[in-house]
Nanobody, 127 residues
Framework: QVTLVESGGGLVQAGDSLRLSCEVS????????VGWFRQVPGIEREFVAS????????RYSDSVKGRFTISRDNAKDTVYLQMDNLGSGDTAVYLC????????????????????WGQGTQVTVSS
């Protein structure tokens, strides 16, 4: 049973930074590509960022490119999402997702590719 647990969310002001963590347990972490998505009530879950098994390949949505950075520490079974210069449009529940992949350098940005999901962590940005 693969389990993902997000942490690091909170209430911040516009322009502030947050770092989210996604800890993966129950599997061999280095075998999983991981992505971050965000969800606002009434709106389809939105891709935010993804990272390959090796960490070399990363991808970002246009709305966060240049402000967010995804990274992973395979020794700690954890993926991070550093979020800088936050704005009210970033308010959402942030969820991480994982999928076992045979490709070390491939990342996935389509949510249907992912098999395992966390429960999410709330990020609220006040303006």
């Amino acid at each position: 049973q693969v389990t993902l647990v997000e942490s690091g969310g909170g209430l911040v002001q516009a322009g502030d930074s947050l770092r989210l963590s996604c800890e993966v347990s129950g599997g061999t972490f280095s075998m999983y590509a991981v992505g971050w998505f965000r969800q606002v009530p009434g709106i389809e879950r939105e891709f935010v960022a993804s990272i390959s098994r090796s960490g070399i390949s990363t991808r970002y949505s246009d709305s966060v490119k240049g402000r967010f950075t995804i990274s992973r520490d395979n020794a700690k079974d954890t993926v991070y999402l550093q979020m800088d210069n936050l704005g009210s449009g970033d308010t959402a529940v942030y969820l991480c997702a994982a999928v076992a992949s045979q490709y070390r350098e491939i990342d996935y940005f389509i949510r249907q590719h992912y098999v395992y999901w966390g429960q999410g962590t709330q990020v609220t940005v006040s303006s």
